[in-house]
């Protein structure tokens, strides 16, 4: 426990120091160099009309990813043609979005878990609105235990943005299923939320290698499974 105090404090050490200094690609007397958004195709105009949307009018209350988390899930899952993508947490469907934008452009396919009722209705109709509904299979229920069902196709990425305390569990039983080269992309892993548990679980096993990103907002870690 000695190693993952250290990891801890250090994760907390980077978000305080991050605190005191202005926003990634910004100066204190310039302006942030952050990328626009550009769709390419008419197909990535009308899934960011309704992430558009999202943003705008149906974030409160629905904990969905940050914009550049979102840009960072399409980059990863794109760039690693991805053709199986997992996520546990759908919410009213915003990250399945950006994941969705890639993955209609690599032929793959979403599985999602919600555990909510009216999010995931929520999410269902933004699918459809934006045209990607044959690209997502949406299991409602708890994903402690739907999981278990998931076939036996190998896993590109795991999201996970649900519950903090289960992501240990989550991983213990996905793992498996993940490919070798592919990716355990874990969201709100900043020091306030972050599961010492699961923390531990992708820093200490030889056969993952794992990175820090955003934490001076919500966090993420990007966990890769060695080859």
């Known amino acids: 426990m000695g190693k993952l105090l250290l990891i801890l404090l250090a994760v907390s050490t980077f978000t305080v120091e991050a605190q005191q200094r202005p926003p990634r690609g ?23 009309t309704v992430l558009d949307d999202l943003d705008r009018n149906h974030r409160r209350g629905n904990m969905n990813v940050p914009v550049e988390d979102g840009r960072l899930l399409r980059l ?15 919410s009213n469907g915003y990250s399945g979005l950006w994941l969705l934008m890639a993955l209609q452009k690599t032929g793959g396919h979403l ?8 999010r995931a209705d929520q999410a269902i109709a933004n699918f459809k609105r934006a045209g990607v509904e044959k690209d997502v299979t949406l299991v409602f229920g708890d994903a402690h235990q739907e999981v278990q069902k998931l076939e036996d196709k190998p896993i590109d990425i795991l999201f996970l943005d649900a519950d903090k305390a289960g992501y240990i569990d989550y991983l213990e039983k996905l793992l498996p299923k993940i490919r070798p080269g592919g990716l355990i992309v874990a969201h709100n892993m900043n020091a306030r939320q972050a599961h010492p548990p699961f923390v531990e679980a992708i820093t200490t096993n030889p056969k993952l290698e794992t990175l820090f990103l955003h934490m001076d907002e919500a966090g993420v870690a990007v966990t890769m499974k060695k080859r």
């Open 26 to 48: 910004q100066t204190t007397d310039g302006p942030t160099m952050q990328a626009a958004i550009l769709p390419l195709t008419e197909v990535e105009k009308r899934i960011m």
């Open 111 to 118: 599985t999602t878990y919600e555990v909510d009722r009216e």
């Open 76 to 90: 990863l899952a794109e760039s690693m043609n991805a053709q199986h993508v997992v996520e546990i947490g759908t």
